[in-house]
């Protein structure tokens, strides 16, 4: 029984961490509440065993890109969507991770750094998504597994002036899909 | 890359004269060696009501409004003395030659009146070299929109002084926000009137209004990617226009209801019209790499667009709807973000010029470029005005987007702030 509790908690967690930025509607207080239901109440919050399952696996897919770095970003050169050689080792990681496990889908992004035009940056992004979304393709990554989006200059990693922060900024940026 | 050349400011004013259809230009516009004069006018305070949002106000922001349109020099209230503050507003009790004098070349009176919150201005604008009457108009509103008036009065002086039409009363559409939370907003000119015109708490992008200003269309993260939209105000409801994988950046109207928009996905970009009536869409260009930007000439002739095709971001025309793309750009390494000016003669852009993003002109055929800005920084995203005298744009200063303006020729640099957001992707609204 402590053992679902846990998972409960966890399962919150999962949740409030997955709830896009943007939305923040879920107020603090649900898990002090939640965490507080005694033993008995437990049974009512209708979470079934295939959910406790599902957040359990998402929370050691967590721990697992955590530990392991796997989803690393991948850097480009200013107004370029090539592909650096020096890079193709982090794709070449998350394709050997998808490939040893079939269930993980994964969402590319593509951003850039703040120079440039916001309309040109766009285009930019999603030629930079495309290009590691194509590498993975070739490693033999199902396309269906993979999604691509672009954010311009919309998110930068970084807000700071400095080339360092620009190329920080000027990414693919490996997430993993939770809507399958 | 010339820094502007003022050969080219005096024959745009020499057009001017000719289109003008008040004959008074011909006296202000004294063309002096390499530059042009500017008309000085004095605007002595409004008589009447010294209620709140009346004379004092509305003379003041007159003032305001004369010397941000670049045509005038307003003359400092100390340069005129009390006697010629006293006179009255009939041409009789105007002393033209004192202010011939003080070196004022026209002559603004007004006289302001307040009944049961109705308010009234009359207003009287005479050339003091002959004691012509330039203008006389009486303005009618809620006591409440002084301001609109204030503005009507200053396009219509700009009007008859120039023969071009002024925005102090138009309106803008921006983008506002911060870090994934961005909306569409419109605003009047002045800052007064700013309306929300999404909700969508999400990111909201790349704003533009149908000629008519029936439809809004945009692109918006709401759906977890970004999916182009387009919002008919009259029926209000959404269309989808485009809901497919990849980037999707509408930019341009060709007539009320044809959206041009740039498509990039896999491989292939691809520039589309899509019709809001039937909902159908046709291939524009589509191309390897990256295509943006794309801006239909207000006759509908031609379209400008920005490609990658020879490696870097170039601007190309195309002649509608199946001529070859012929490239305009061929100064750096970075050229974007085209758009025409009302008249098609025009084309502003962006440079990345030794490090920094600058705006420029060039003609419609890539020749004459010339560059307007000189900051350094990351400006962005230029828009004429629907009189082709103004450029508006974003500015990056200090780590924020800022809305900027000036003349079409790089003078009168202003910035506008209408909300506590960075503000990007300016248009003047029709």
Known sequence: MKKILILLVALIFVAVGCAPKAVQTTPPATSVTDRSLSDKDKDRTGISEEELAKAERDRLLREQERLAGILKDVHFDFDSYAVNSSELSKIEGVGSFMKGDRSVRIVIEGHCDERGTVDYNLALGQKRAEAVKAYLLKLGIESSRIRTISYGKELPADTGKTEEAWARNRRAHFKLDQKG | ?430
């Open chain 2, 1 to 430: 890359m010339k820094k502007h050349s003022f050969m080219a400011i005096v024959s745009a004013f020499a057009v001017m004269l000719m289109l003008a259809p008040v004959s008074h230009a011909k006296v202000y516009l004294t063309i002096t060696g390499e530059t042009f004069k500017k008309i000085t006018i004095g605007v002595p305070y409004f008589k009447g009501e010294k209620t709140a949002g009346s004379s004092l106000e509305m003379s003041d922001l007159l003032n305001k409004d004369l010397d941000f349109s670049g045509f005038f020099i307003t003359a400092p209230a100390s340069l005129i003395d009390r006697e010629l503050l006293d006179e009255g507003v009939e041409k009789g009790e105007v002393k033209f030659a004192s202010w011939r004098s003080i070196g004022i070349d026209i002559v603004c009176k007004g006289r302001v009146s307040v009944t049961n919150g109705e308010l009234t201005l009359e207003a009287f604008v005479y050339d003091t070299l002959d004691g012509s009457m330039v203008l006389a108009k009486r303005y009618k509103a809620r006591q409440s929109e002084w301001r609109r008036v204030t503005h009507r009065l200053a396009d219509d002086i700009i009007f008859a002084v120039t023969g071009e039409k002024g925005i102090m009363s138009s309106r803008v559409l921006f983008t506002a926000g911060r870090r994934n939370l961005k909306e569409i907003y419109l605003s009047d000119f002045d800052g007064q009137n700013v309306t929300r015109l999404t909700n969508y708490r999400s990111i909201t992008l790349s704003p533009s209004l149908s000629p008519n200003g029936k439809y809004l269309a945009y692109t918006s993260y709401r759906e977890g990617r970004p999916n182009l939209y387009v919002t008919d105000f009259d029926k209000k409801n959404e269309i989808f226009v485009d809901r497919s994988e990849g980037m999707k950046i509408g930019t341009s109207w060709l007539g009320n209801s044809t959206l041009v928009y740039s498509h990039t996905s896999g491989k292939t970009s691809t520039i589309y019209a899509f019709d809001v009536g039937s909902r159908s869409k046709k291939v524009l260009v589509r191309r390897d790499g990256i295509l943006t930007s794309p801006t239909v000439s207000p006759d509908g002739s031609r379209l400008i667009f920005v490609s990658d095709m020879f490696g870097t971001p170039q601007v190309f025309s195309k002649t509608l709807p199946s001529g070859e793309p012929k490239r305009l750009t061929y100064h750096g390494r970075y050229n974007s973000a085209p758009a025409f000016s009302p008249k098609g003669d025009l084309v502003a852009f962006v440079a990345n010029i030794s490090g920094g993003f600058e705006i420029c002109t060039m003609n419609a055929d890539g020749s004459n470029q010339r560059v307007l800005t000189n900051d350094g920084t990351v400006n962005d995203s230029p828009q004429f005005s629907s009189c082709g005298r103004y450029i508006i744009y974003t500015s990056l200063k200090g780590g924020v987007n800022r809305l900027n303006i000036m003349l079409f020729n790089g003078d009168n640099k202003r910035t506008l702030r209408f909300t506590d957001f960075a503000e990007e992707q300016p248009r003047f609204a029709p």
